[in-house]
């Protein structure tokens, strides 16, 4: 699958920037990851993301004048076949009830539409509130349990579907 150049080129959405992530921004966003997460994603992982065709990280920034813009959030996800497979949102700490997450979703989906796919799915903690809620704004419903999904605290994960 090639990739189009419109593909890379960064987006203006709500006034943040997005844009895909590259090998530079990998302090950046491990930064993020591990303001954002308990369980942050690892370098490896993150570079093992950046090979896969199929996967896409965009980020989420804020222009500033006279410096480089500021990382606000991001988002990994894949698109196989006609299904957009979100694995992971995140939004720094400071910068969270912006719309940073909303801005990201918004793009992840429209990608996925111009692929052609017909339905998004994600997993989300049972307990993770604040995107449970976000995804229900965008459609997504519950459609099943993964039990001790999460092996570290043996959380279940909620399994969520967007119809395009
Ligand atoms: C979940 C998360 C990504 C939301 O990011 P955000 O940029 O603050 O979200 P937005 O400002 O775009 O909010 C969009 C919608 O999400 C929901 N939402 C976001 N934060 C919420 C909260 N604390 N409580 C309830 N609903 C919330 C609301 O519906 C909100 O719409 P509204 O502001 O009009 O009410 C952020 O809290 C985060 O990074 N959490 C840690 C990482 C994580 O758990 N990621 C998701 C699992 S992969």
Redesign the pocket.
């Known amino acids: 699958m090639r990739r189009l150049q419109e593909d890379s080129e960064p987006r203006l959405s709500h006034g943040f920037s997005i844009r895909r992530m590259t090998l530079d921004d990998l302090t950046a966003v491990m930064a993020l990851e591990q303001a954002?997460?308990k369980n942050p994603w690892s370098a490896e992982l993150l570079k093992r993301e950046l090979e896969h065709e199929w996967s896409t990280i965009l980020l989420v920034e804020e222009p500033r004048e006279s410096v480089p813009p500021l990382l606000l959030?991001l988002a990994i996800f894949w698109i196989v076949h006609d299904e957009v497979h979100v694995l992971?949102?995140?939004?720094a700490p400071q910068?969270?009830?912006?719309?940073?997450?909303?801005?990201v979703m918004e793009e992840v989906l429209e990608r996925g539409k111009g692929r052609r796919c017909c339905l998004a799915t994600l997993e989300?903690?049972k307990s993770?509130?604040?995107?449970i809620?976000?995804y229900?704004?965008f459609g997504f419903r519950p459609v099943g349990i993964r039990p001790n999904y999460y092996a570290d605290e043996r959380e279940d994960a909620v399994v969520m579907v967007l119809d395009f």
């Open positions: 954002a997460f959030g992971n949102v995140a939004t910068h969270r009830r912006r719309g940073v997450a909303r801005a989300v903690r993770n509130e604040p995107a809620q976000l229900r704004s």
